[in-house]
């Protein structure tokens, strides 16, 4: 496939229904050269075109470019703490199907064999479409695509397992989510994001200019071990006094005098959600903690924009004023005349999926012939 096809390809999944002319002069070719680009790739089963939605204006209908029926896809896992899922994705980054399950304190051995069945499941529904996968996990990932997750005590287990294809991408699940903020959510204007994920832990991730920083090793983005928590606390990844103890669901446990949840999110939700005075003071302890840790980074990456997921979305809604509070009061004196926003993700719990499957996206449209 040439260069230019390829750009219209890419074209066409980042800016679902873009009209023709609209993506030969994003990739810089003539009409003409357009028109027989997308011929060739609606011979490859790649590209199709649909009629526009309706504008009212006389002329000729436009229509715009869409994935072919018959064209590639891309499997989206997402492995949390709690749960598995797995999406069919198509161009453009809409899901077509979706498995779920649930593994809350089970083996990696038990959790790789649960997806293995639902991707086996979904080769027999979309046979010979299925073409890569882009994996979200909860823990650091290496190029060689091995997976530390401390929490779980899940460590150094290889992923290739997980497809039987070429075209396999794992990453950190909030990485994932910050690049799919940057691509397609709250983050798509800011110039320098810095993303935060709270779930059993506290992860994240710097997005300079649309690019995730992912460090020497591809452990960047260990935002929940800095020692911005309770020296005293001992964290599973060997650390004391990590930030990450300090803001998530066995924080709260602790604030409440219970032992370690073997659900820390759903856990998390319940404190949060419930009037219980004892719980509304231990979400205002943790909601501060992750404001005085929030300031931290900003002042050391100059952020422009702060997005917030996992419970943070919910930290944020029941504990504003506390969350506010403790972030000015951190922050150097440049950044408090116009602090940097502190946002929920746009996508939601859907972040590190989105952003798997982006992954995946970006691997395979070089490979496609």
């Given at each position: 496939m040439t260069t230019r096809s390829t750009e219209l390809l890419r074209v066409a999944h980042t800016r679902?229904?873009?009209?023709r002319a609209d993506?030969?002069?994003?990739?810089?070719?003539?009409?003409?050269?357009?028109?027989e680009i997308v011929a060739r790739l609606a011979q490859q089963s790649l590209l199709a075109e649909a009629p526009a939605a309706p504008s009212g204006n006389r002329g000729r209908p436009t229509t715009v470019l869409v994935p072919h029926p018959a064209g590639p896809l891309v499997l989206a896992v997402a492995i949390t703490h709690e749960a598995w899922r797995v999406d069919v994705v198509e161009l453009g980054g809409k899901g077509l199907t979706s498995a779920t399950g649930r593994h809350?304190?089970?083996?990696?051995?038990?959790?790789?064999?649960?997806?293995?069945?639902?991707?086996?499941?979904?080769?027999?529904?979309?046979?010979g479409r299925l073409r890569a996968m882009g994996v979200s996990l909860p823990g650091t990932v290496s190029p060689a695509l091995r997976l530390t997750a401390s929490n779980l005590g899940w460590d150094d287990v290889d992923l290739t397992p997980l497809w039987?294809?070429?075209?396999?991408?794992?990453?950190?699940?909030?990485?994932?989510?910050?690049?799919?903020?940057?691509?397609?959510?709250?983050?798509?204007?800011?110039?320098?994001?810095?993303?935060?994920?709270?779930?059993?832990?506290?992860?994240?991730?710097?997005?300079?200019?649309?690019?995730a920083l992912l460090g020497a090793r591809g452990a960047g983005g260990e935002f929940g071990h800095m020692p911005f928590g309770d020296p005293a606390v001992a964290c599973p990844c060997g650390a004391t006094g990590?930030?990450?103890?300090?803001?998530?669901?066995?924080?709260l446990a602790r604030l409440l005098g219970k032992p370690a949840p073997p659900d820390p999110v759903s856990y998390a939700r319940r404190v949060i959600a419930s009037p219980d005075p004892a719980s509304r003071a231990a979400v205002r302890t943790v909601a501060a903690a992750l404001g005085r840790g929030m300031a931290g980074l900003v002042n050391g990456l100059d952020a422009d924009l702060?997005?917030?997921?996992?419970?943070?979305?919910?930290?944020?809604?029941?504990?504003p004023a506390e969350i506010d509070a403790a972030y000015r009061a951190g922050?150097?004196?440049?950044?408090?005349?116009?602090?940097?926003?502190?946002?929920?993700?746009?996508?939601?719990?859907?972040g590190p999926i989105a952003?798997?499957?982006?992954?995946?996206?970006?691997?395979?449209?070089?490979e496609l012939a």
């Open positions: 679902p229904g873009v009209t993506a030969a002069r994003l990739v810089g070719v003539g009409t003409g050269a357009a028109t809350a304190g089970a083996t990696w051995v038990a959790v790789t064999a649960a997806v293995t069945a639902a991707v086996e499941a979904l080769q027999h529904a979309y046979v039987p294809g070429d075209v396999l991408a794992a990453g950190n699940d909030a990485t994932l989510a910050a690049t799919a903020e940057s691509h397609r959510g709250a983050a798509a204007d800011a110039t320098v994001a810095l993303h935060l994920r709270i779930e059993g832990g506290l992860g994240g991730a710097v997005v300079d200019h649309g690019r990590c930030w990450g103890t300090a803001v998530d669901g066995t924080a702060v997005t917030l997921g996992g419970i943070g979305v919910d930290l944020l809604a029941a504990a922050l150097m004196r440049v950044h408090r005349a116009a602090p940097p926003p502190v946002v929920p993700a746009a996508l939601g719990d859907d952003g798997a499957a982006e992954e995946a996206w970006t691997r395979l449209l070089p």
